[in-house]
């Protein structure tokens, strides 16, 4: 062991490496560059041709047969479907070479295919999409490897992760820094106590350094291909330190914040699913592997002061083990069963591991509890129950949850809610039998959420919270061990007395007077009281029951990204108080699972791990979890979320009467009135449906039966809808590929005109693409196609809130009139007073259309959508039959309608889209002249667009990193997506109720992400 504990690279200098390339392996390489490595030697080299392949010299310490080990390795993974660089066969079709270093040392060689690209390593850092893909790929190769055996993989290592905490016990003495010394130490001793407590790990064959080192990455333009270099490790060890070693090199990408790379641990577990035994080792290895590397680093500086791959490596090293350690163990494993929802088995208690140690019977199989794609029931822990009180009593649930009606209209945001809330529950306590309140055990608690923050609020307790109205003698449920901490504040409320069970866990009261002395208790003794309550005083006592598998101090109230894990090492105590436990928390991922099974693949969905929303206010979207988020893609909900005065309108109309347009009811003909008021003069008539895409398919069908023409002329890059109508007009690329070439013969795509993209881009633009749309349209005419109708959005909303070139419209509209073709405007995105200058988008233009397509913001989330025409053109559908739309223009829908009007002037929306839309495009224009990588910023009022580059002289689209910047920014808080059919425009298009306070705080946390996701893709932007 120590003698693999640091060892001296082979003697080869970069001239030496030439001479053994073109003695050994007949490669005249005119250029050598020495490649980094703790302990062999790899070098890049370049032939005349172009050629490069990479050579490397084997460490002294390594046999033969683990040399051919590591060959088949590599071909076993390789017909696995795995990328890997893989060795290369010599002229007679040897793959290993025996070579001499400077100091007559023999060595054994080999010829690697070179894979271009970056490696991992070099990212700053990665997205959830990005460890993903990792931890796929860590999965693949240990998948690969299940049955794979060899006599070369029974070596010592010291990367054996079975061995880790003796190798890195006995290299400690090389951190000269005693108080990082010390630290590991410890990290080494909590990690392999750890490992005492677990069932049997199964051992396979592994690759044993699947890192971010040893991973090339295809970079920005193939950012889904990585390769598996170096596999110099490979040995046989415990399955799960394959996914030990991959998540620890992770950390370092991780922002303070390890428990992100936890998503590479499940996308793991859905290619090679772990036991519940290796998910508890998980994490102690994870530490274990950070301790390896310091001290490994620390004693291959000893030997090589002048190892600059090694010297380069420790400091990112140490970040390794910071991240690995930030939290206490106890609390990390909980995590990552949590996040993997791999149970506790019974067979994984301290006692249990022991027997099993000391059995001379065969060890079982632990049992796998969770396949890839089962999220079983948490389990509840099997604890000690008795009663804390001296008789049962009924107390009264108080929700202040998401979802709570007491939420309602934004009132958690009030100054001192919570108080005020518990204070009005004393009013509803009245049942009979009923003697206080209670806030339950892990219901988040919205009214300790704040907006526009980039921390996660702190808003689920872990306990119990309880107000008796008689004062109430409370007493041991169990027989223990008391303490009595010293009180960390003055507050009367603030005493704590700690009873210890015989199973090791822990209840923690908070709030009793009259507390007992420390010592030994029997259930039923005393352990104080607890001061009466009403609507005027309020003397609340806390209670929280920690699991005998927490060591470390649990807090009572959590909702960052511990908390999955402080729900595993907590008891819901309501049974001590004669209460019912509560359901299972929300669970995002669970909740993804089922949405997977019923739904097909081809519906889109936001984020790799996004969160569940239960609740949404004015422009912030609510998690189960309590916490706020900045809503920048909801167009839907104009007025913004939960809009009081809608609300109220559907709900009274529910009350009265819906039904459909055959019917005589005031509201269809009010509501149209309205909406003709708001459009230009002659456009009369109303036509209402359900959605964007009705209304496009209609405004289709009315531009033929007024024509009796069936051409239509439509934009390349837009989006206009579902239906078969609707999609044929719809040529965005990223909504089908095959959009431009697969269009029905009707159907004839024109140029678009974006002013940063397009063919023209400089003065008189709306000119040049005009005067080709007239020679497009005397080509139809002669052609026997003449045009039916001009459909275009006012402004390009799917490209990223692109203004089409001043004038442009009023050009092409001319043209197509005068070649008899009605002229179509798409208000569905741009409506509704989103471009800050007027009620409509064409009001830009200055043009006045034929016939308006409009939806979304018409029902503020509601499902309406709507045509208006001229009365001529609408007549014209009878002549191909009777209009009905079942729900469209229905009591309700119209109800609803009003409703968003007239909310729309009592909120002054036009005002603040004009004001705040200003604001934001002012501020992100700035960020512009900061950030390179901010191409243009696009649109007017609050549809904006901000188009990411490589390039500005290119423009070559950073789709990969707008993909990055999109996850990174859900981290802080802000919800924002990706649009253009290269994917590379962040949409703004969020409630119109927006403010500048928001507006801040986005462009701030905007600000931060562009400078991580460049040094994340630093080789795309050198």
């Known amino acids: 062991m120590e003698a693999l504990a640091g060892l001296r690279r082979p003697n080869v200098t970069v001239p030496l490496a030439q001479t053994i390339a073109q003695q050994y392996f007949g490669v005249s390489a005119v250029e050598v560059t020495e490649l980094g ?66 100091d007559g040392v023999e060595h054994f060689a080999r ?55 003796d190798i890195a016990d006995s290299l400690l003495g090389s951190i000269a820094d005693g108080r990082r010394r010390e630290r590991v130490r410890a990290a080494i001793k909590a990690a392999r106590i750890a490992l005492t407590q677990v069932g049997e790990l199964p051992v396979q064959a592994v690759h044993g350094d699947v890192t971010d080192d040893n991973i090339m990455w295809g970079g920005p333009q193939n950012s889904s291909q990585l390769t598996v270099l170096d596999f110099g490790d490979v040995s046989t060890g415990w399955r799960v330190a394959e996914l030990a070693v991959t998540l620890s090199s992770l950390l370092q990408h991780a922002a303070e914040r390890p428990l992100d790379v936890l998503v590479a641990a499940r996308a793991f577990h859905q290619k090679q699913a772990l036991t519940s035994a290796e998910v508890s080792a998980l994490w102690p290895l994870v530490v274990l592997r950070a ?9 291959q500086l000893e030997l090589e002061a002048d190892n600059d791959y090694a010297a380069e490596r420790i400091e990112g090293e140490w ?102 809330f518990i204070r009005e529950a004393f009013s509803f306590v009245g049942q009979p039998g009923e003697s206080g309140i209670y806030l339950p055990y892990a219901l988040e608690r919205l009214t300790r959420s704040r907006i526009n923050s980039a921390e996660a609020p702190k808003t689920i307790p872990f306990g119990i919270e309880a107000y008796f109205t008689q004062r109430t003698k409370v007493f041991a449920p169990f027989d223990g061990e008391i303490s009595v901490p010293a009180p960390t504040l003055a507050k009367r409320d603030e005493q704590q007395v700690v009873l210890t069970a015989s199973d090791g866990s822990r209840l923690v009261l908070t709030g009793l007077v009259k507390l007992p002395q420390p010592g030994p208790v029997s259930a039923g003794d005393p352990l104080g009281r607890v001061a009466s309550s009403d609507s005027q005083q309020l003397n609340r006592v806390r209670i929280l029951w920690v699991s005998s598998r927490a060591t470390s101090r649990i807090p009572f109230f959590g909702g960052d990204e511990l908390a999955p894990a402080y729900e595993q090492l907590t008891i819901d105590p309501a049974p001590l108080l004669g209460l019912p436990r509560e359901e299972e928390r929300p669970d995002a991922a669970v909740e993804q699972d089922r949405r997977n099974r019923v739904f097909s693949s081809a519906q889109e969905r936001y984020y790799v791990d996004p969160p569940e929303f239960e609740r949404g206010w004015k422009h912030h979207l609510i998690d189960t979890n309590g916490r706020a988020y900045v809503d920048l893609v909801n167009n839907v909900a104009g007025l913004g979320h939960s809009h ?170 001319a043209k197509v009139r005068g070649a008899g073709g009605l002229c179509i405007a798409d208000e569905v995105q741009v409506g509704f007073g989103r471009m800050g200058q007027g009620f409509w988008g064409f009001n830009q233009q200055g043009v006045r259309p034929d016939i308006i397509t409009i939806a979304k913001s018409m029902g503020n989330g509601f499902p309406i959508g709507g045509v208006i025409t001229t009365r001529a053109i609408a007549e014209s559908l009878g002549n191909e039959g009777m209009f009905f739309s079942s729900a469209g223009g229905s009591p309700l829908s119209c109800a609803v309608g009003l409703a968003v009007l ?13 004001n705040v839309g200003g604001y934001f495009k002012d501020r992100l224009e700035m960020l512009m002249a900061k950030h390179p990588l901010i191409g243009f910023v696009h649109g007017a009022g609050l549809y904006l667009g901000v188009e990411l580059v490589r390039d500005r002289e290119t423009l070559e689209p950073a789709k990969e990193e707008t993909m990055e910047v999109c996850e990174r920014m859900l981290h802080l808080g802000v919800i924002i997506q990706p649009t253009s059919e290269r994917q590379n425009v962040l949409k703004i298009k969020p409630p119109l109720c927006i403010d500048r306070e928001s507006v801040d705080f986005v462009v701030e946390a905007l600000d931060q992400v562009l400078s991580e996701v460049v040094a994340t893709f630093a080789p795309a932007h050198a």
């Not at 009265?656 to 230009?680: H, W």
Request: overall charge negative.
């Open 902 to 914: 007239d909310a729309m002037d009592e909120d002054k929306i036009l005002e603040n889209v004009a």
């Open 291 to 299: 301790c390896v590397l310091v001290t490994s680093g620390a004693k």
């Open 111 to 165: 010829r690697f295919q070179f894979v271009p690209g970056t490696s991992l390593l070099d990212a700053h850092f990665l997205s959830a999409v990005m460890m993903q893909q990792v931890g796929s790929l860590t999965g693949e190769v240990s998948a690969a490897l299940t049955k794979f055996t060899h006599p070369g993989l029974e070596r010592a290592s010291q990367w054996d992760m079975r061995r880790a905490a």
């Open 319 to 420: 970040r390794i083990f910071e991240e690995a350690t930030r939290y206490p163990l106890d609390v990390m494993r909980a995590a990552t069963r949590a996040a993997l929802h791999v149970q506790i088995t019974e067979t994984e208690t301290a006692a249990d591991a022991a027997k099993a140690a000391t059995s001379t019977k065969p060890a079982k199989e632990p049992q796998v509890e969770s396949g890839p794609f089962s999220f079983p029931k948490k389990k509840r822990f099997k604890a000690l129950e008795g009663s804390l009180l001296q008789s049962p009593v009924a107390l009264h649930r108080v929700d202040l949850g998401a979802e709570s009606v007491w939420m309602d209209d934004g009132a958690w945001l009030r100054e001192g809610a919570e108080e005020q």
């Open 644 to 813: 009081p005065r809608i609300t109220a309108a559907a709900e009274q109309q529910l009350r009265l009467l819906n039904t459909n347009s055959r019917f005589l009811y005031r509201q269809l003909a009010e509501y149209s009135e309205r909406l003709i008021e708001k459009a230009p003069n002659s456009l009369d008539t109303v036509l209402l449906v359900n959605s964007g895409t009705e209304a496009v398919d209609l405004a289709l069908r009315l531009a033929w039966a007024a024509t009796g023409r069936k051409t239509i002329i439509s934009l390349r890059e837009a989006y206009h809808g579902w239906s078969i109508g609707a999609d044929a007009v719809t040529t965005s690329a990223y909504d089908n590929p095959n959009a431009v070439g697969s269009r029905p013969d009707w159907v004839h795509v024109a140029d678009v005109p974006n002013p940063f993209r397009g063919k023209h881009t400089g003065p008189d633009a709306e000119t040049y693409y005009a005067t080709e749309l007239a020679d497009t349209l005397k080509q139809l005419d002669a052609q026997g196609k003449p045009v039916a109708g001009f459909i275009c959005e006012s402004v390009l909303g799917n490209a990223g809130g692109v203004l089409l070139p001043e004038g442009y419209l009023r050009e092409v509209y």
């Open 37 to 102: 490595s703790n302990q062999d030697r790899n070098f890049l080299l370049m032939e005349a041709s172009g050629n490069r392949t990479v050579l490397k010299i084997d460490n002294a310490a390594f046999a033969l047969a683990e040399i051919e080990a590591q060959n088949e390795v590599m071909n076993t993974c390789v017909s696995a479907g795995v990328s890997v660089a893989q060795v290369l066969r010599n002229a007679d079709g040897s793959l290993v070479r025996t070579v001499f270093d400077a």
